[in-house]
C-alpha cells in the first residue's frame, strides 16, 4: 500500500515537472515571436528609411520617385491588418525602379549612387532575413499550442496566436 502511495506521488510529480516544463517552454516560444516580430518591424522600418532616401536621391525619374515614396508613405502609414500589402506594394515598387533601363550603368557611375543601392538591397535582404526567422518561430509555436497537453491544460495562457507575415520581399525579378 505504501508503495502504492509512493508511486502515485512520484507519478504526479514527474508529470507536474513535465507539464511545468511545456508551459516554460512554450513560453519562451511566445517570448521569441515578440522578439522575432519586433526585428521585422524594426527590418522593414530600415528598408522603408533606405527606400525614401532613394526616393528623394534625385537618381530616379521623378515619377518613379513619387511612386516610390508614396509606397513608403502607405507602408508607414498601414494598419496593422494591411501591413503585408503595403509592404508587398513598397516591394514592386522598389522592384521597378531597379528595374529601369539603364538605371545600373546610371548607378555604376556615381559612388555615392552605389552606397545608396546598396544600403537599399542590405535592407531588403534583411527583411527577408527577419520574415523568414519570424514566420519559422511563429510556426514552432503555433504547433507547440496545437498539442493536446498544452490545448487541454491551456498552458499558452492569455497570450495571442501568433500570425505568419507574408509579404513578397524578392527584390530581383524573378523572371530575371
Same mark, same amino acid.
Given at each position: 500500500?505504501?508503495?502504492?502511495?509512493?508511486?502515485?506521488?512520484?507519478?504526479?510529480?514527474?508529470?507536474?515537472?513535465?507539464?511545468?516544463?511545456?508551459?516554460?517552454?512554450? =513560453?519562451?516560444?511566445?517570448?521569441?515571436?515578440? $522578439? +522575432?516580430?519586433?526585428?521585422? /518591424? *524594426? #527590418?522593414?522600418?530600415?528598408?522603408?528609411? &533606405?527606400?525614401?532616401?532613394?526616393?528623394?536621391?534625385?537618381?530616379?525619374?521623378?515619377?518613379?520617385?513619387?511612386?516610390?515614396? =508614396?509606397?513608403?508613405?502607405?507602408?508607414?502609414? $498601414? +494598419?496593422?491588418?494591411?501591413? /503585408? *500589402? #503595403?509592404?508587398?506594394?513598397?516591394?514592386? &515598387?522598389?522592384?521597378?525602379?531597379?528595374?529601369?533601363?539603364?538605371?545600373?550603368?546610371?548607378?555604376?557611375?556615381?559612388?555615392?549612387?552605389?552606397?545608396?543601392?546598396?544600403?537599399?538591397?542590405?535592407?531588403?535582404?534583411?527583411?527577408?532575413?527577419?520574415?523568414?526567422?519570424?514566420?519559422?518561430?511563429?510556426?514552432?509555436?503555433?504547433?507547440?499550442?496545437?498539442?493536446?497537453?498544452?490545448?487541454?491544460?491551456?498552458?499558452?495562457?492569455?497570450?495571442?496566436?501568433?500570425?505568419?507575415f507574408e509579404m513578397d520581399d524578392e527584390l530581383a525579378d524573378a523572371?530575371?
Open positions: 500500500m505504501l508503495t502504492l502511495v509512493i508511486l502515485i506521488v512520484f507519478v504526479v510529480v514527474i508529470g507536474g515537472v513535465y507539464v511545468s516544463w511545456r508551459a516554460g517552454r512554450l =513560453d519562451r516560444l511566445h517570448n521569441r515571436v515578440e $522578439a +522575432a516580430r519586433t526585428a521585422l /518591424d *524594426l #527590418a522593414l522600418v530600415r528598408r522603408s528609411s &533606405a527606400a525614401y532616401e532613394l526616393a528623394s536621391s534625385g537618381l530616379l525619374d521623378p515619377a518613379t520617385s513619387l511612386l516610390l515614396a =508614396d509606397a513608403v508613405r502607405r507602408a508607414k502609414d $498601414a +494598419a496593422p491588418g494591411e501591413r /503585408d *500589402l #503595403a509592404e508587398s506594394d513598397l516591394t514592386r &515598387a522598389l522592384r521597378a525602379a531597379f528595374g529601369q533601363p539603364g538605371f545600373r550603368d546610371e548607378i555604376e557611375a556615381k559612388e555615392s549612387a552605389r552606397e545608396l543601392v546598396a544600403d537599399v538591397e542590405s535592407a531588403a535582404h534583411q527583411v527577408f532575413i527577419a520574415r523568414k526567422f519570424y514566420n519559422d518561430v511563429a510556426a514552432r509555436t503555433i504547433d507547440a499550442r496545437r498539442r493536446p497537453l498544452a490545448r487541454v491544460f491551456r498552458l499558452s495562457g492569455n497570450a495571442p496566436q501568433p500570425e505568419f523572371g530575371t
